[in-house]
């Protein structure tokens, strides 16, 4: 029934002598002819939000192992998104970086810079892929069907990706070299290794190496235990002279994540922040993009000041 309508009862006619029918019953105020108004029936009115009438009930709430569905989904896709963009998590499967890292500790690696176009600096602990057969000849784990989704969402490391970590001791333009019985020399400055190389490790005795420059686009790495390290010093007959393109660099250890125990942040040693160790090169390199910026913005900035002066003679 349409609110205001009437009852549909046909209301008796007015007599002479008799007094005037009032509509529902309720009393008014006649008007000029003596007849009372006639009074629309009440009607239901508008239901009130969650009340109970027909039609308008509460929402039933859902149930939780409705919804538990659609939440593990969604915890799955924000893992995979930031396993592939974000952060992962890498197994350390040898003794080559000894004692920053121990065998069977997971680090966290900052996957999310090189997306920005940053690069590998010196002194930087980072995972990169097999550049050149380094791992040809080591066993592979057979991971189960759990171990292989785990890993494929970023909840375990992957134990099919052939996957390194090493140190990074020189970047493209530097000069690098290390005697037997020397240190590391890169421009020609001496590295303190002592706060990161194995205790009772020479610099580079079982394998001394250059001087050579670093082509661009490219680092030198090595392992903290340096006689139990194949690196860069091992390889330089293979694809690549030793060296490792920094496209093939997955991105930065930044924290150790497991144990417990062993929870700690992994930052570069203060000896690559050494004063002169940058080359001319790197430093020309590193003013390039504020110079081309510089170029771009004095036309804008011109431009920008004769519109505002022709602006202003308008006016």
């Known amino acids: 029934m349409a609110l205001g309508a009437r009852s549909g009862h046909e209301q008796p006619e007015d007599r002479p002598g008799q007094p005037a029918a009032s509509a529902g019953g309720v009393t008014g105020h006649s008007g000029p002819s003596g007849v009372q108004p006639p ?5 239901p009115g ?4 969650g009340s109970d009438g027909e039609g308008g009930g509460q929402r039933k709430q859902r149930s939780f ?6 939440l593990i989904a969604i915890a799955l896709i924000l ?4 396993k592939t963009f974000l952060v ?37 602990v980072v995972v990169f892929h097999d550049p050149g057969n380094w791992l040809d000849g080591e066993p592979t784990p057979q991971p189960n069907a759990v171990q292989k989704f785990l890993s494929f969402i970023g909840l375990m490391p992957s134990s099919e990706e052939k996957d390194l970590i090493k140190r990074v001791i020189a970047v493209g333009g530097d000069t690098v070299e290390c005697r037997k019985g020397g240190p590391v020399k890169i421009n020609g400055k001496v590295l303190d290794e002592s706060s990161y190389v194995f205790p009772g490790d020479s610099a580079c005795d079982d394998q001394p190496f250059g001087p050579f420059k670093v082509p ?3 680092i030198w790495v090595m392992g903290d235990h340096r006689q139990n390290s194949r690196d860069s010093r091992y390889h330089m007959d ?5 060296f490792v393109p920094v496209d093939k660099v997955v991105g930065r250890a930044v924290v150790i994540a497991w144990p417990v125990n062993r929870w700690s942040t992994l930052p ?5 922040d050494q004063p002169g160790l940058n080359t001319a090169a790197a430093v020309a390199a590193g003013a390039a993009p504020m110079g081309l910026g510089l170029a771009g913005a004095v036309p804008l900035v011109l431009w920008r000041r004769k519109r505002l002066m022709s602006d202003t003679r308008r006016t």
């Open 88 to 124: 992962q998590a890498f197994s350390i499967p040898s003794d080559s970086m000894q004692n920053t890292l121990q065998r069977g500790d997971r680090v966290l690696v900052d996957k999310l810079t090189p997306w920005f176009g940053s690069e590998p600096e010196r002194g930087e």
């Open 46 to 49: 508008p239901e009130e939000p």
């Open 65 to 70: 192992w409705k919804e538990l569905p659609l």
């Open 216 to 218: 661009d686009d490219r």
């Open 238 to 242: 293979d694809i690549n002279d030793g």
């Open 79 to 82: 893992a995979l998104v930031i």
């Open 268 to 272: 570069v040693p203060d000896t690559f």
């Open 39 to 43: 009074v629309p029936p009440a009607g």
